[in-house]
Structure formats: C-alpha cells, structure tokens
C-alpha cells in the first residue's frame, strides 16, 4: 500500500473511537441500524472538524454521537407511537468480553435498556454519558446544549428514576449462565414442572414480532401463564424447533431456529437464580445482525 493510500488522522483517530460510538448511540436508541446511521452522520461532521482545534477527541467525538442520537432519539419516539404490538430493543450477539465488563453488559441488558426507555431523550443522554461512561458534567453539558448545573440536577433525577426501576442488583454470568442451561433444559424437554421451577413467581414475558411475525399482543405475567404459554407453544412447533445459547447484550440467551432459519431471539432478566423476565424479539428487522458478534466497549 502507498504511502498516499493510509488514512489520515481524522479517520485514524474516527476508527480508533468507532466502537464506543456505536455503543453510546445503541445504548440511547435501542436499534443498531439507527446506532450505524448515527455514526454515518458523526463521521460526515467529524471530517469537517479542524482536528487542532480539538483539545480532547474522544469527547468531541461522542459530543457529535451524542447530539445526533439526540436527534434520532425524537424521531424514534414517533415511530414507536405507531409501533404493533410491544417494543424491545434490537438484540446484538456480543462478544465474551462485554460479559466481562459487568457494568457495560448490566447497561446494555434487555432490562435496562426497556428502564431507559421511560426516561426523556435528553435524562437518557446524560444517563448513560455519566452512569455509564463516566463523562464530566461540563462535557455533557457541552453534547446536551444544557448548563453544567443544569445536568447535574437531570442526571440526578434519571439516577433516581432508573434506581426504581432497574432489576436487583448485578447478576454474575456464572448464574446467568446456570439460569439459562436450567430453563434450555426445561424448555427442550418440555417438563412444565421445570419451567416453574426456574421462573420467578412474578415472571413477565414480552414478545415483539412488530406486525410482522405472531407475538404475544401483551405482556404476560406470572409463572404458571407463562409456562404453560411456552410450552403451548413450543409443542407446536415440536422437531423443528432448535435452541442455541448464545451471549446477546452481554447476558446468556438463546436463539432459536425453525428448519435451520432463525426464528426468535430470546433473552432472560435473572435476579436470584430465577428467570424474571423473558423477552423474545421476532420481527425480522430487528434480527439482522444476529448472526455476527458486535464490539461493545466504553
């Protein structure tokens, strides 16, 4: 390669920082296609930016991310207005080391990422900017366009709106994991006893196919509905089905397959050692990238 072929330093640094673009902007939006146009459009503004200008890079990078996620945020509104059925957040097969990262994979959970959604665009930006990334106010302030005390008061109120709502405590992945195997096992076997031996007496399950794929039009609460709701179901559908655990938003799930062709993707909320929480996402749309693993990183 020639000399005049490398990149040059805006898009060196631009790639060195993609993937915390990424994750900040799916951390506020919830959809990975909308996160990649949000990095498009990063991109295009950085590229206009006189690099000596800019003290510190990162955080100019992510102020840009962050004002056009903002942006997407209000349109996004919109569209789950009119949305069929429940709305989840578009699984990502992610790699090891995001479960790793127990703070990142418990930001980027199904269940955190639904607690999100009740907060306004501009409590989620300063949420996950601060709780998340650990941005200073005055840098926030800068990609929210509000005062520095400003955004302390919001970021406190988000803090506390996400405390009463977030699941219990952190979970480790050795649980998680022996959580998922238990309620594999259950579910491929059929064995209802087993199903609610691992489901939460209060277990609320939430499917979303988006008008497209057959889902359930509410949740469901409750072990016994649920389980006798999965096992209706899976009789149904019987050989064809196959399960695969795999590590989605940083937490074991399972992907499920009907005649090889993916179907579902599934992902548990485990507080105790027991399911509390299922979410099945089907619209086809929201599973495009599930077979490639996606970089999450802070």
Same mark, same amino acid.
């Given at each position: 390669?020639?000399?005049?072929?490398?990149?040059?330093?805006?898009?060196?640094?631009?790639?060195?920082?993609?993937?915390? =673009?990424?994750?900040?902007?799916? $951390?506020?939006?919830?959809?990975?296609?909308? %996160? /990649?146009?949000?990095?498009? &459009?990063?991109?295009?503004?950085?590229?206009?930016?006189?690099?000596?200008?800019? #003290?510190? @890079?990162?955080?100019?990078?992510?102020?840009?991310?962050?004002?056009?996620?903002? +942006?997407?945020?209000?349109?996004?509104?919109?569209?789950? /207005?009119?949305?069929?059925?429940?709305?989840?957040? *578009?699984?990502?097969?992610?790699?090891?080391?995001?479960? *790793?990262?127990? $703070?990142?994979?418990?930001?980027?959970?199904?269940?955190?990422?639904?607690?999100?959604?009740?907060?306004?665009?501009? &409590?989620? %930006?300063?949420?996950?900017?601060?709780?998340?990334?650990?941005?200073?106010? !005055?840098?926030? %302030?800068?990609?929210?366009?509000?005062?520095?005390?400003?955004?302390? @008061?919001?970021?406190? #109120?988000?803090?506390?709106?996400?405390?009463?709502?977030?699941?219990?405590?952190?979970?480790?992945?050795?649980?998680?994991?022996?959580?998922?195997?238990?309620? @594999?096992?259950?579910? $491929?076997?059929?064995?209802?006893?087993?199903?609610?031996?691992? =489901?939460?007496?209060?277990?609320?399950?939430?499917?979303?196919?988006?008008?497209?794929? #057959?889902?359930?039009?509410?949740?469901?609460?409750?072990?016994?509905?649920?389980?006798?709701?999965?096992?209706?179901? =899976?009789?149904?559908?019987?050989?064809?089905?196959?399960?695969?655990?795999?590590?989605? +938003?940083?937490?074991?799930?399972?992907?499920?397959?009907? !005649?090889? &062709?993916?179907?579902?993707?599934?992902?548990?909320?485990? &507080?105790?050692?027991?399911?509390?929480?299922?979410?099945?996402?089907? +619209?086809? *749309?929201?599973?495009?990238?599930? *077979?490639?693993?996606?970089?999450?990183?802070?």
């Amino acid at each position: 390669m020639g000399e005049d072929s490398r990149p040059g330093p805006a898009t060196e640094v631009f790639v060195a920082h993609r993937n915390l =673009l990424f994750t900040v902007a799916y $951390e506020m939006l919830g959809s990975a296609a909308d %996160a /990649e146009d949000v990095l498009q &459009e990063t991109w295009l503004r950085w590229m206009t930016v006189d690099l000596g200008t800019v #003290r510190d @890079q990162r955080a100019y990078l992510v102020q840009i991310a962050t004002r056009q996620a903002l +942006n997407r945020l209000r349109t996004l509104g919109r569209r789950k /207005e009119s949305y069929v059925g429940p709305w989840l957040p *578009e699984p990502l097969l992610t790699t090891p080391d995001v479960a *790793e990262d127990v $703070e990142l994979a418990d930001s980027v959970s199904t269940a955190m990422l639904l607690v999100m959604e009740t907060l306004t665009p501009v &409590e989620r %930006a300063v949420f996950v900017l601060r709780e998340v990334f650990q941005f200073g106010y !005055d840098e926030i %302030a800068e990609a929210v366009g509000k005062s520095s005390p400003a955004v302390r @008061q919001i970021a406190h #109120r988000a803090r506390a709106h996400v405390a009463a709502r977030r699941p219990l405590g952190a979970v480790s992945p050795a649980e998680s994991r022996a959580a998922l195997e238990a309620f @594999q096992r259950a579910v $491929e076997t059929g064995d209802l006893q087993s199903l609610l031996d691992i =489901l939460a007496p209060d277990v609320v399950a939430v499917g979303d196919g988006g008008g497209v794929k #057959r889902a359930m039009p509410r949740p469901v609460v409750g072990a016994d509905k649920v389980a006798r709701l999965l096992a209706v179901g =899976l009789d149904l559908v019987g050989a064809a089905l196959s399960l695969e655990a795999v590590q989605v +938003n940083g937490s074991p799930a399972l992907l499920l397959r009907l !005649d090889g &062709e993916i179907d579902s993707v599934m992902t548990l909320r485990v &507080e105790g050692g027991l399911v509390t929480g299922i979410y099945t996402v089907r +619209n086809p *749309e929201k599973l495009s990238r599930i *077979e490639r693993e996606t970089t999450l990183s802070r």
